[in-house]
Every structure is written in C-alpha cells, then in structure tokens.
C-alpha cells in the first residue's frame, strides 16, 4: 500500500514536470512559491491586519495558526519523517528554485498558507477568505510544479494548515463566550 502511494506521489510529479511546465509559465509559478518562502506574504499580511482594529483579532489568530503550525510542521514533522526532496529520489525530476535545506514532508509553505487562509476564512468576509484560500491553493500547487514537494507532503500541510486554523479559531470563540 506505501509502496503504491510513493508510486503514485511521483508519478504525478513527473507528469506535472512532462505534461503541465510550461517555461512561459514557470515564471509565474516561480514567483507564487516566492511568496510562500518562510511565510513572509502571510507574516506582513497578518500584522497589516493588527494595524486596524477592526482586524486586529483575525491577525492576531492568523500569527498564532502559523506558530502553532510551525512547530508542528518545522520544529517536529520534518525532523522526524526526514523524508528527502523528490528531485533527490525520482530520477529525471527537475527543480526549478533552488534546492531547500530542509526535508521535504510536510509542506511548510503549504501549511503556513493555510494556517492562515484558513482564519481568514472563518473571520473575514467571504471574498477575502475565499481570495486567501484560492492563494494558498496556488502556493500549494506551485510547490508541486516547482518540484521540490511531494503531493502526500502537500497535502499533510493542507489538513496541518486548516486543523491549526480551527483550533485557533475554537479557542478565540470560546475565549469571546467565557467573557461575555
């Protein structure tokens, strides 16, 4: 069954690699990955957030999703799957950003994005969490088509992300109905 999965996972790496790079498009993706690197587009959106006190909680809750998720992801995942790169494992796979120092599972960009798109989501109007979800399916994706992640890794971040965000969330909500 593992087997399997490891199959697959770089089975679809490589097709993305054969099937959906474009060099018009890599560019595009290059850059959308960019702001994913150590979660800087989430950390200046968040604290632009805590400039306004209309959004203060939601980038309070947002900052909170990250570092709560960052040590799941950084501080204990990586170290203990230690699981390589793809383009270390599958032969003819490209990178097309510079090889991270880091392992690969789970996907830390993958998980900060929706660590935080996740609180908007549920704190925001629903045209800027649905903005910030659609974003952080591209950095997502954009790792993938980069090729230094795999799908598993990917997707581990995605439920990370949105489990931290919910429990951030719960607990505000409950911290707003105990003082009321």
């Not at 090889?99 to 996740?118: E, K, L, M, V």
Request: charged content about 15%; glycine content about 8%.
């Amino acid at each position: 069954m593992m087997d399997a999965l490891i199959q697959l996972d770089g089975n679809c790496l490589l097709w993305i690699q054969e099937d959906l790079r474009l060099d018009l498009w890599d560019p595009f993706w290059k850059g959308i990955t960019f702001l994913g690197d150590r979660g800087w587009f989430w950390l200046v959106l968040s604290l632009l957030l805590i400039v306004f006190p209309k959004t203060r909680k939601t980038g309070i809750m947002a900052l909170a999703s990250m570092a709560l998720c960052a040590l799941v992801t950084n501080v204990c995942l990586k170290n203990l799957v230690a699981r390589p790169r793809p383009y270390t494992q599958i032969p003819g796979l490209t990178a097309l950003i510079p090889a991270p120092s880091d392992y690969s599972f789970p996907s830390g960009h993958t998980t900060a994005s929706f660590a935080c798109a996740g609180v908007y989501l549920q704190t925001l109007p629903r045209r800027y969490g649905t903005a910030a979800l659609l974003l952080a399916a591209s950095i997502a994706f954009s790792r993938l088509y980069v090729g230094v992640h795999y799908p598993t890794d990917v997707f581990a971040g995605l439920l990370i992300g949105l489990a931290g965000s919910w429990i951030i969330c719960s607990i505000a909500k409950k911290d707003i109905s105990t003082r009321i």
